[in-house]
């Protein structure tokens, strides 16, 4: 069989198990402690003002890994923003991140890359895993629209899988059968990312929305532009809720794979983001002219029933969840 023959979860399974069997360890180095204290708390500041949701997440984990998992979140967040605040010479700057955050001699100075690289050593985090979260971020500067879907969930893959295949490192995991569920669970998270973002990325030049499905449902990029919410773009965006909410129902099973410590803070990070999906229907797929999210009351509401479900792997399909409709039954052609 060929890797085109291969369904998109199988492919993305193959690339994430050969990086995991092909790491050189992070040999571990010292640092100064007073320099390694003040990184720490530049990824706590970072964490804190750019993702309230990762940050309430981290907080439900021991203190050591919620470190690593906040220098993980800032390595991540300063390799976004070269490509979309880089300004010139981005490809360059990228090169230059990439051989800095992933040296095991990060300089002093950079606070980012010497929390990263603490962080790497600590828990032996696949170094293949972050250069493919580096290529999946340097895509943005050479593409901005997508096919169909496998195209698209290669591209999640890329900049939110390979986050959750390094933190399951950190909070700990049995065996590579936990591979697939942090796949798929980074896929919604990125598919969440992007519904919600459908403005902001449209006034940044990029759409990423499968280009087949758009076109299945009678949807111009000129609606796009037009912000027009009509009975198409509603049906639309639920068949691309519905399939994301599908694979977060797929990737909550390995949250049981996970180490302890680790199952509430990662059952509290998919459930709070799924939550933006909720908003999005209840605004009435308005998302041209407001961002969806949770308020803080709404996430710290729904900590005890997550806790529930972390505790006693409650992870069940919803029985309210309707059967996603294929596109053939919803189009309008």
């Known amino acids: 069989m060929s890797l085109d023959s291969l369904s998109w979860e199988r492919h993305l399974e193959l690339r994430a198990i050969h990086a995991l069997n092909n790491q050189t360890p992070n040999h571990p180095i010292d640092f100064d402690a ?3 204290a003040n990184a720490h708390e530049h990824c706590y500041t970072i964490t804190k003002h750019h993702s ?3 940050f309430m997440a981290s907080q439900l984990l021991p203190t050591e890994q919620r470190q690593a998992a906040r220098a993980l979140y800032a390595f991540c967040r300063e390799s976004d923003d070269l490509i979309d605040n880089g300004g010139k010479n981005r490809l360059r700057r990228l090169v230059l991140w990439k051989h800095e955050s992933l040296s095991n001699d990060p300089k002093p100075n950079n606070k980012v890359a010497l929390a990263w690289s603490d962080a790497r050593t600590k828990y032996q985090i696949p170094k293949q895993y972050a250069e493919q979260l580096l290529d999946g971020v ?3 500067l050479t593409k901005n629209r997508f096919e169909n879907f496998q195209e698209l969930a290669h591209y999640c893959y890329g900049v939110a899988s390979t986050v959750g295949l390094m933190t399951m490192h950190i909070v700990g995991y049995e065996s590579e059968r936990a591979i697939p569920y942090a796949i798929k669970l980074g896929v919604a998270l990125q598919l969440t990312n992007i519904l919600r ?7 940044n030049g990029r759409l990423y929305l499968p280009q087949d499905e758009l ?3 009678g949807i111009t990029e000129d609606d796009i532009d037009n912000k027009i919410n009509d009975i198409r773009w509603k049906t639309f965006m639920q068949y691309q809720i519905e399939r994301t909410r599908r694979l977060y129902e797929e990737a909550m099973p390995g949250i049981q ?4 410590s680790g199952r509430f803070a990662i059952t509290a990070a998919a459930d709070l983001y799924k939550g933006i999906l909720n908003d999005i229907e209840q605004h ?3 998302v041209f002219t407001r961002r969806a999210h949770l308020s803080g009351a709404q996430k710290l509401r729904r900590l005890p029933v997550i806790w529930l479900r ?3 792997n409650r992870y069940g399909r919803s029985t309210q969840q309707k059967p996603q409709q294929e596109i053939s039954q919803v189009a309008w052609q």
């Open 34 to 36: 007073s320099a390694l």
């Open 52 to 54: 309230k949701t990762f």
């Open 138 to 140: 340097a895509l943005d």
């Open 197 to 203: 973002d459908i403005q902001e990325d449209w006034e």
């Open 215 to 217: 076109r299945a449902f």
């Open 257 to 260: 794979m996970l180490g302890k």
């Open 284 to 286: 009435d797929y308005d």
């Open 310 to 312: 972390a505790k006693f």
